[in-house]
């Protein structure tokens, strides 16, 4: 069962039998992970994002959608419910396939996002971005995110990165796809 749909892309919840779709995904963006960790996607990227969650949040808040074009993922989206705070949701992860990006896909794809949030009882969606990666904050404030605040650099695999936090109050600006 579909949880929403986009520009022609499908958004399906993803199960651990979706793992080997979801890492074909991710070893297809090998720019993110390089940016990000310095090496490609682990063999076990897939099973990491899909269980990936702190103590303090319960499995079962934890979503993933895998974003499908026809049999293909070309994307996914992985947030956290109710975390940090009740109503809150946190997404941790929005990627899409090389092939899709700079299309108009990315801004569409969270625009159906965040109304699918706001209407399981989202009013907030935070995000991170790490600071050397300017055209993702350059997105995120595109689609309606500010109130930035940093974290002090931390060890991501091989590189080490400030952190931006963004959040976004739902129903204070309708959003918008660029």
């Not at 941790?92 to 990006?101: A, E, Y």
């Not at 949030?117 to 050397?132: F, H, N, P």
């Not at 931390?154 to 952190?163: A, E, K, L, Q, V």
Request: proline share 11%; glycine share 6%.
């Amino acid at each position: 069962m579909s949880a929403f749909t986009a520009a022609r892309l499908t958004a399906i919840p993803l199960t651990d039998s979706d793992a080997p779709a979801l890492q074909s995904l991710l070893e297809r963006c090998p720019d993110y992970f390089n940016l990000l960790d310095g090496h490609p996607a682990a063999p076990d990227a897939a099973l990491h994002e899909l269980h990936d969650h702190p103590p303090s949040c319960p499995p079962e808040n934890i979503i993933c959608l895998g974003v499908y074009n026809g049999p293909i993922m070309t994307a996914v989206i992985c947030a956290l419910r109710h975390y940090p705070t009740e109503n809150t949701w946190y997404l941790g992860l929005m990627l899409l396939d090389p092939t899709f990006r700079a299309q108009g896909h990315g801004a569409a794809l969270y625009v159906a996002f965040e109304t699918w949030a706001a209407a399981q009882g989202a009013d907030k969606i935070m995000l991170a971005v790490i600071a050397a990666n300017p055209r993702a904050a350059s997105f995120w404030e595109a689609q309606g995110f500010a109130f930035p605040r940093s974290f002090p650099p931390r060890p991501f695999g091989d590189r080490t990165h400030i952190i931006i936090e963004y959040e976004k109050r739902l129903g204070s600006r309708p959003p918008h796809a660029i």
